[in-house]
């Protein structure tokens, strides 16, 4: 395979999560190329799964469908150099009202490879004990639990279509269930 080389990168938009450019790029065949490119610092989510084995997703408003989703909890990183562990851990206390110390890593996403560079670690809670949600001044979250054949129902059925929570269900539900 040939080489592609970036000969330039500018800036177009700088927003609160993302910030896009424009790349020029020489592709293998000698020919320029424009490419959109959208930076982002990386997020983390969570399954939380509760001592019954039920899953723990939250139901929240999303602008760009202009309706209500389940998903697992998850968030961006407060800064690039946060270990994903840590914004796990705060992102399923503030979202759910649920803190645990017992994570395990579950997979790592690339979410939209053709022009983003977005990547969300997975975790597993488990043990998780009340507290209470500390949510963002924009957010209202609900809290819904779940059997996993009700997920992988809506998966199959298309209702359920956010890429990290189906991913990590269909992964939690490859390595971890028996």
Known sequence: MEKYERLDRKL??????INMYKDRIKVPNGNIAEWDF???????????????????????????LD????????GGLD????????GAKRELE?????????????ISLKTTVAFCNERIDVFV???????????????????YEFELSELLK????????????VSAIL???SFYVK
Not at 95 to 103: A, F, M, P, Q, R
Not at 154 to 165: A, H
């Open 12 to 17: 177009v938009y700088e927003g609160t999560i």
């Open 38 to 64: 959208i930076g982002h610092n990386g997020a983390c989510a969570v399954i939380p799964v509760t001592d019954e084995g039920k899953i723990v997703l939250v139901k929240q408003w999303r602008n760009a």
């Open 67 to 74: 309706r209500f989703t389940f998903e697992i909890p998850a």
């Open 79 to 86: 800064g690039v150099d946060e270990p994903m562990i840590v």
């Open 94 to 106: 503030e979202e759910t009202g649920y803190k645990s110390d017992n994570l395990e890593f579950l």
């Open 125 to 143: 809670a488990r043990d998780l004990v009340k507290t209470q949600q500390h949510l963002d001044e924009d957010e209202d979250i609900e809290v």
């Open 154 to 165: 809506m998966i199959k059925e298309g209702t359920m279509q956010d890429s990290k929570t």
């Open 171 to 173: 992964a939690y539900n």
